[in-house]
């Protein structure tokens, strides 16, 4: 193939090869590279640590290379790092994460330094990683007075001039009585929440070393965001100890904040050439730019036909029988990044609102307008211009999937109507700038929220009020099947709770219209871990039951307030459900349940919480032909709210499980009920009591 060269093309040709030779003349004309850039250049070595820089320094790199506090001294087969007059040996430095795990060198392997001393790191520039955990160190005590809730492997001794003294330890979040009076020594050091719970299960004096050599997790901040500048200019990070501050060293030694605009050598080559050859392009490209440029606009208006927005007119009538909605459609790719005026148009029934009105109404997405963030899109506080307060889902992408999720949710919360369901005031064209959903404003948060997040301060929710929250999302989980609709999204950070507690079911993206002449619909696995039918994973086949399962989590969430999944755990109880299903199948309901909720004080609660522990065990059945329907579960919760739980004589309830009826978790498939007498009671009678 021949290629042929016009003679301006011939001539830019030229000028881009003479620019860049001259810029390469320039370049080896500048000074010799600065000995400060050099020196931090390179990285501190010592025995397993190969790749340290910034803002550590010491050995081959000099005190300007970091921060005062980050002087690292390669001692014996690890680095010693100093914080406040402590010596720590450094375990572990992540660069990237800007994180590093030290553990005390007084303590390292031993219980009984010669000097015992509290410690605590109070640079600025360094906090502990939110996984730390305090333990208490008893030296040279008396015998108690009172008896302690401890096994006596927490005890260990020190000799002190062939004397052997009796000490103590505890993990300080054991509500302990204060015990300092008998001891003449308290110290107080930081171990790991993991090492800190296995500690409270296996206490010896073994461990304890074991968790003080663990170590603890810091997070530094070095000007971190400048360092990122630093060297992405080119530059090394530094710091300038005559004004103690960050500073960034460049290669021809000036020390600014970063480099890019430390290159007049190079500045002035770019300058030249870009004159040279914008003096050349400048006749010829203009006339050949607007002439392309005429004709694209001329083959786009021809071409392009402007999408017209549904109006109320083009929309069937909303029903509640879905079984004509047997899949989702496919929807168009954007192909545009315009936003026309809809203003007036409706879409599903429901309004749509133009992308300009929504950027107003949110403050331009203010971020301090957010009011969450989830794994589709974030989601703002807004005023319209009729005054309506509203909440705004920004999705992340407007992509093809994106797309079909917005018009997922649409197509179902308009044609579903129901008191416990979010309701969807309207939407942006699936052709605007970006797709927009507006829902009536929740203003009181999720069920997470106030479980374990952000509301848990204003005030522990009491058992009523969880109770009614499982019975109004169970119906509303129970409303979606009967029309034929699977959420596969069911979790507390999904239901939304209005002021008067009153729950709001959101977050239709995932969901599924369900056709009524099948049992299931195959699809690869989505949804949130530790909510996720297990079969799920296993035959990619979505049912009601998965619903159910996930609804199995929610209900043990509002029984013990605990995470659904909690990586600080025991890694046997990471995952909420596997935790849930040992405590009730060895009948130790009470650890599950939250102590707050007064089980081993309320008679009333104690019989309630253990029958929905039941039920949330038959939600969470491995096979999901064992799990009951929604229906069955709101019945059963209704069951007990009205506290009819099939004991008589107002005896309590008690789980009867054997561990060997119980498939959960298992290989073999468990039983449609923890009940071993099979009865078709909710639970068996027996005298003994266990935001948008």
């Not at 993990?171 to 409270?200: E, M, Y």
Request: aromatic residues 10%.
């Amino acid at each position: 193939m021949e290629i042929h060269l016009y003679p301006f093309q011939n001539i830019s040709l030229l000028l881009v090869i003479t620019t860049t030779i001259c810029l390469f003349h320039v370049r080896k004309s500048s000074a010799a590279d600065d000995d400060r850039y050099l020196n931090c250049g390179t990285s501190f070595q010592c025995v397993n640590f190969r790749d340290v820089h910034y803002p550590f320094w010491g050995s081959s790199r000099p005190d300007y290379c970091g921060y005062p506090e980050f002087k690292l001294n390669c001692s014996g087969d690890a680095p010693l790092i100093s914080f406040d007059g402590q010596d720590y040996r450094v375990l572990d430095i992540n660069q990237s994460t800007s994180t590093l795990r030290v553990a005390r060198t007084d303590f390292w392997n031993n219980l009984c330094p010669v000097s015992l001393a509290n410690t605590t790191i109070k640079s600025s520039r360094v906090k502990n990683t939110s996984d730390v955990q305090e333990v208490l160190l008893f030296y040279n005590c008396t015998p108690l007075d009172i008896p302690l809730p401890i096994q006596p492997t927490s005890q260990f001794s020190c000799s002190i001039n062939s004397t052997a003294t009796s000490n103590n330890y505890f993990v300080t979040n054991l509500g302990l009585p204060n015990i300092s009076g008998n001891c003449k020594t308290t110290v107080t050091a930081s171990i790991s929440q993991s090492a800190a719970a296995n500690l409270v299960l296996n206490s010896s004096k073994d461990n304890l070393v074991a968790a003080l050599d663990s170590g603890i997790g810091l997070k530094w901040d070095a000007s971190n965001t400048l360092c990122d500048q630093c060297r992405g200019s080119g530059g090394q990070c530094g710091y300038n100890i005559s004004s103690a501050e960050f500073t960034c060293f460049c290669k021809d030694g000036h020390t600014p904040s970063n480099c890019e605009g430390n290159k007049p050598h190079i500045k002035i080559g770019l300058a030249v050439g870009g004159a040279i050859l914008f003096g050349v392009f400048v006749g010829f490209y203009v006339y050949y730019f607007i002439q392309r440029k005429k004709k694209k606009l001329a083959a786009q208006t021809q071409s392009k036909e402007l999408p017209t927005p549904l109006t109320s007119k083009d929309v069937t009538t909303p029903s509640t029988d879905l079984s004509q909605f047997q899949s989702i459609p496919s929807y168009p790719s954007f192909t545009s990044k315009s936003d026309y005026d809809n203003k007036g148009s409706t879409y599903f029934g429901v309004q749509v609102f133009s992308y300009n009105e929504l950027e107003e109404a949110t403050e331009n997405f203010n971020p301090a307008k957010e009011l969450g963030d989830g794994g589709f899109g974030t989601v703002y506080y807004g005023k319209l211009h009729d005054g309506r307060v509203v909440a705004v889902k920004r999705l992340y992408e407007n992509n093809f999937k994106r797309v079909e999720q917005f018009m997922n949710e649409v197509e179902i919360l308009t044609r579903l109507e129901h008191r416990n369901l979010v309701k969807l005031y309207g939407c942006t064209s699936r052709r605007s700038r970006e797709l927009l959903l507006v829902y009536e404003y929740i203003p009181n948060g999720t069920v997470a929220d106030h479980l374990h997040g952000k509301r848990v301060e204003s005030g522990c929710l009491s058992w009523p009020v969880r109770l009614s929250i499982a019975i109004e999302t169970a119906d509303a989980l129970a409303f979606l099947h009967r029309n034929d609709v699977i959420h596969r999204d069911v979790k507390t950070n999904n239901i939304l709770i209005d002021n008067d507690f009153c729950v709001k079911v959101a977050d239709f993206g995932l969901s599924r219209l369900f056709p009524n002449d099948v049992t299931h619909v195959s699809t690869a696995p989505q949804g949130t871990p530790g909510y996720v039918d297990p079969e799920y994973y296993q035959c990619y086949q979505l049912t009601d039951k998965s619903d159910v399962y996930s609804f199995g989590v929610v209900l043990i969430e509002l029984l013990s307030s605990l995470q659904a999944v909690d990586t600080n755990r025991h890694r046997h109880d990471i995952n909420l459900a596997n935790l849930a299903v040992n405590k009730i199948q060895n009948h130790l309901v009470n650890e599950l349940v939250d102590p707050h909720l007064g089980y081993e004080t309320n008679y009333s609660v104690r019989r309630m919480t253990t029958a929905v522990a039941e039920l949330a065990f038959r939600c969470l059945q491995q096979e999901r032909d064992m799990r009951p329907t929604m229906d069955e579960v709101l019945e059963g919760l209704k069951a007990v709210q009205n506290e009819d739980l099939g004991s008589e004589n107002g005896e309590a309830v008690v789980l009867d499980i054997r561990s060997d009826e119980v498939g959960l978790l298992r290989n073999m498939p468990p039983p449609l009920s923890p009940d071993s007498n099979g009865a078709d009671k909710l639970v068996s009678g027996s005298t003994t009591p266990s935001s948008f």
